[in-house]
């Protein structure tokens, strides 16, 4: 089966009559010039209607329940009355978003799936805000990116509904009991008690709230579709569908025109290509309408993973000849077909997805979303060779999407971790009847017009993988609200999804782990022709810059030598020959990216990972004796040793694994060990090099330990493993088709000296949350980072600039994210540091370490 997003979108059509409105165009040289600069110069904060302002700041915060100790406070009634004295204690002022749980305290006693953090509590929000009398007659809503979780709405105290799945975006209507020119209260409260998780899941309002202001005729929610059915180098057609809302208190009749821009990569909307065939609608009262149009874009600049071109659609919406709504839609020119035999293409060439996993949480920071920290990470992950991301296991923040178009990634949306049976008793399970539908229909709607966007996903390990109506059920949902992308599942258990037949009702197959069965699968009828895609692969294991010998496993830390992985995975080397194996697989999505806050494996408790071995009996009973044995241990672990990046975004060994075969243009090597090894003289150090080219010579102090050379499809890697460990230097050549082609170099140190710092960002806003993440190494007199230093380092700041968090990738580390010390965990420290609300200016980052030489940084307003 093949699926064509170009062919299979079939949009309304309008039955209304056309009309146009014509104004009036100044077309004076001056004025052409002032309007051609403004729209150069235009940039669009966020997709929608444009009178839509950021509701972040000044809100008030309090919290009941139990408590970060361990105690419980009583949720006192009516805190969401108007009359409630909220300037008093408990009432904390902040800026949005939060997650009250990043603040700790670490309690060994809690559940290391969970990150041991106190994130179960009853949150209270509350904001007083005016509206202009100016704006007595419009439409007035809050919009919600993301609140975790259960959340209800108040507005004066009246109760306006509810949303309780925390990780999907949606809205409010606040109109019916909006007080013009007073003070209006919204209240929130969030209830996490009763939301469980297998990973940590934050706790609060932890992304972006806007204000969004309409006329009472306007683009209803998420209330464009845009598609691009044909597409070649000369043209593409490009069909939208809009849906018009009438909150008004008559029937009116509205003319919908729409013009395409081109959209540069800081969001600016630029020259203006083609317009829209003009419609109009009969809206009758309190109802809405749909209309759809076409456009032509000649020679358009498709959008790629290594092009990322963009284009926005101005809508405007015209009732009595005047414009009452005007609505953004970015979106991109792109054609996607997945194959069981030519793999995944884009735009007509074979595109090998090479794809990360990841959770929301962005380490120090939490849950609470931040856009210099989520760029921070995409860059990493670019860096590495990485073009495909997977939203485990939910709806991600807009903005990553956003970024995903901006920077050329691919995206798997996915929209949850279990169905009706539960995997926690509070899980999805508890919403699946009454919220699935509205779930996946928000997902689709406020996601369908990003380009990056390749494939939706209706879940992830789910019990009821063998339940073949429930499977075509929510397949069929999506497809009901955007047939031109396909629909997958996450399985690990695909005998029995293909089975049962389950998996017929899905497009693309995706594959958690298990692919000794490809051949088999390969030689199904139902299935021979349906792509297969490695949902989730390899979940190897390590700790940066440890390494052990004779085991991988030591005082709750993992080796780095990359070969640790639970016995549902395998290693990164492994699983590229599966993909050499099969080309026929679309590619893969490695578990994980980064390492994340909960499931700590393999040193979790949460005994919801028998699930990976249903079908194994003998393993889910080994796996249950070490479990047992975990639990009498209480391990300290509070963090996830998945990541190709630690939590501190330090990247790992593997993380040059991965570039070495995702970037093979890219001349690269990288050698592990580190050098640093005075118990180990004369006895043997295993070295592995990771490298780009196909053969490499490893040399010590000067002499060569031999040639390797890596066999096709074999060989990932290159290993000399009789190393007799000597202080010194070591040094690698690698070739590629005999040239050298790239080196790289470890050596002993000396005793640490100094602090090294730098940062990732000299220059940064002194608005909004904007962060500069400054990296401390602890070196010797050479500069040489010393690879076991564990030194305690005190960041202080001296002007308007305050530090944020701190972090140095430790999973059993249970120092406070908050605080301005951090021991370095071998070698390396990060703190992250923004400026202070209101200021200005500039402000120095100062690292300091005793009996260490102390290091400073400078950060500049942008």
């Known amino acids: 089966m093949t699926i064509k997003s170009n062919n299979k979108r079939k949009l309304i059509k309008a039955k209304a009559n056309r009309w146009g409105i014509q104004f009036l165009l100044v077309t004076v040289f001056v004025g052409l010039f002032v309007t051609h600069a403004f729209t150069q110069k235009k940039i669009i904060k966020r997709m929608g209607t444009t009178n839509t302002t950021l509701f972040d700041d000044g809100w008030l915060f309090a919290r009941y329940g139990l408590q970060p100790d361990g105690t419980r406070k009583p949720e006192p009634s009516n805190l969401e009355k108007i009359t409630l004295n909220d300037r008093v204690a408990p009432w904390k002022e902040l800026d949005l978003p939060h997650d009250w749980g990043i603040t700790g305290p670490f309690r060994i006693e809690l559940e290391g799936s969970t990150g041991k953090l106190p994130w179960k509590g009853i949150g209270w929000y509350r904001k007083h805000f005016k509206i202009d009398v100016k704006d007595a007659n419009k439409q007035i809503f809050v919009d919600f990116d993301g609140a975790m979780a259960n959340a209800k709405i108040w507005l004066n105290g009246h109760y306006v509904g509810t949303w309780p799945y925390g990780y999907n975006s949606f809205r409010m209507d606040l109109t019916p009991f909006i007080k013009v020119g007073e003070d209006n209260l919204i209240a929130v409260r969030l209830d996490t008690e009763n939301w469980d998780s297998r990973w940590y899941p934050g706790a609060g309002i932890y992304r972006h709230v806007w204000l969004v202001k309409t006329d009472p005729v306007h683009v209803g929610h998420w209330g464009t579709n845009i598609t691009t059915p044909q597409v070649s180098d000369a043209s593409a057609k490009v069909n939208m569908a809009v849906t018009v809302d ?101 735009n007509g060439r074979r595109v090998e997805i090479q794809g990360t996993c990841n959770h929301h949480d962005l380490g120090a920071l939490g849950a609470a979303f931040n856009e210099s920290a989520l760029h921070r990470q995409l860059v990493i992950l670019k860096q590495m060779g990485c073009n495909a991301l997977r939203t485990s296991h939910n709806p991600p923040a807009p903005e990553l999407l956003e970024m995903a178009d901006q920077m050329g990634f691919l995206v798997w949306d996915e929209a949850f971790d279990s169905w009706k049976h539960g995997k926690r008793k509070l899980d999805y399970n508890k919403l699946f009847d009454q919220w699935h539908q509205k779930d996946l229909t928000a997902m689709v709607h406020r996601d369908r017009n990003h380009p990056s966007v390749i494939i939706w996903s209706i879940g992830n390990e789910v019990l009821e993988q063998e339940d073949v109506q429930l499977t075509k059920h929510l397949a069929d949902i999506i497809r009901g609200e955007d047939p031109t992308r396909p629909v997958s599942n996450g399985y690990n258990n695909p005998d029995g999804g293909r089975a049962s037949g389950a998996a017929q009702a899905l497009d693309v197959m995706g594959v958690n782990y298990f692919f000794n069965k490809q051949s088999d699968w390969d030689k199904d009828p139902r299935y021979k022709n349906m792509p297969t895609l490695g949902s989730e ?326």
């Open 537 to 862: 692969t390899s979940s190897c294991v390590s700790s940066r810059g440890e390494y052990f010998f004779g085991t991988d496993y030591k005082n709750w830390q993992i080796t780095s030598y990359d070969h640790a992985h639970p016995g549902w995975g395998c290693t990164p080397d492994e699983q590229f020959r599966i993909n050499a194996k099969y080309p026929n697989l679309l590619g893969e999505f490695v578990w994980t990216g980064f390492d994340y806050l909960g499931e700590p494996t393999p040193y979790n408790t949460d005994a919801t990972n028998l699930l990976n071995f249903r079908n194994d009996p003998s393993k889910k009973a080994a796996l249950a004796r070490k479990l047992q044995e975990l639990n009498a241990k209480t391990p300290p672990s509070r963090s996830s040793y998945f990541g190709i990046v630690d939590l501190a975004g330090f990247p790992k060994d593997r993380f040059y694994l991965y570039q070495s075969h995702w970037r093979p243009d890219l001349p690269m090597a990288h050698i592990l060990p580190h050098w640093n090894w005075p118990n180990r003289i004369d006895s043997i150090v295993p070295v592995d090099v990771y490298t780009s080219g196909d053969q490499a010579e490893l040399f010590l102090n000067g002499k060569s330990l031999g040639k390797k050379t890596k066999r096709p499809g074999i060989d990932f890697r290159l290993s000399w493993d009789s190393v007799v460990y000597e202080p010194g230097e070591l040094k690698v050549v690698s070739y590629k088709n005999g040239k050298k082609w790239a080196t790289d170099v470890v050596k002993t140190t000396s005793p640490a000296t100094q602090l090294k710092i730098s940062t990732d960002r000299h220059h940064i806003k002194t608005v909004g949350n904007d962060l500069a993440f400054i990296t401390v190494k602890i070196t010797d007199k050479d500069g040489l980072m010393v690879p076991d230093a564990s030194n305690l380092v005190q960041f202080s700041v001296e002007g308007p600039g305050e530090i944020v968090a701190t972090d140095n990738g430790d999973a059993t580390s249970f120092a406070s994210f908050q605080s301005p010390s951090k021991k370095a965990f071998n070698g390396m420290v990060l703190a992250i540091v923004k400026f202070k609300k209101g200021s200005q200016g500039k402000f120095k980052v100062i690292a300091k370490s005793g009996g260490l030489s102390s290091a400073m940084e400078v950060i500049s307003a942008k």
């Open 246 to 346: 009438n909150q008004g208190l008559e029937a009116v009749k509205a003319s919908i025109q729409s013009a395409v821009y081109e959209l540069d990569g800081q969001n600016r909307k630029g020259r203006r290509v083609t317009d829209f065939n003009n419609t109009s609608l009969d809206i009758p009262i309190g109802g809405s309408a749909t209309a759809g149009t076409s456009a032509q874009i000649n020679r358009p600049k498709r959008w790629d993973i290594t092009s990322p071109n963009r284009y926005v659609v101005e809508t405007s919406i015209i009732v009595n000849r005047k414009v009452v709504d005007t609505y953004l839609t970015p979106f991109g020119v792109r054609t996607i077909e997945f194959t069981a035999t030519k793999g995944f293409l884009l």
